[in-house]
């Protein structure tokens, strides 16, 4: 992984982040032709990698607009191996969450709250 501190620098209409931003786009088209993928992950700080557009030009606008989300550092998403802190921190919070299924009752582990399901 290259050094990509351009990705959070508050100009990002300068050439430094644009040249990096180049690159991620360079990055991100070259994994979706190798994955087959019909569209790409837009990781700009509201989209979060959970919207997907078919044209890289979407993405593009996006991180110039609104740059970055946090901590997107391994670009996991986007072809890179590896994980970051908020997908750390996503697993530990799936991993905290236990499903009571006996009498359609579930509890988060930390604090043991009863929700009741619809069944």
């Known amino acids: 992984m290259a050094d990509q501190t351009w990705m959070y620098l508050k100009n990002r209409t300068c ?3 644009l040249t990096g ?3 991620f786009i360079d990055a991100a088209e070259t ?18 990698n959970d919207i997907q557009f078919s044209s890289s030009v979407h993405v593009h606008a996006h991180l110039i ?3 970055f989300m946090d901590d997107y550092i391994c670009w996991n998403m986007h072809g890179e191996e590896g994980c970051n802190v908020r997908d750390l921190e996503a697993d530990i919070m799936h991993q905290e969450t236990a499903c ?3 009498s ?3 509890y988060a582990c930390q604090d043991e709250e009863e929700v009741h399901s619809d069944n």
């Open 31 to 48: 994994d979706q032709l190798k994955q087959g993928k019909s569209a790409i992950s837009c990781p700009c700080v509201d989209c979060e």
């Open 65 to 67: 607009i609104r740059g």
């Open 15 to 17: 050439g430094e982040y």
């Open 100 to 102: 009571n299924e006996q």
């Open 21 to 23: 931003l180049k690159s």
């Open 104 to 106: 359609g009752k579930f």
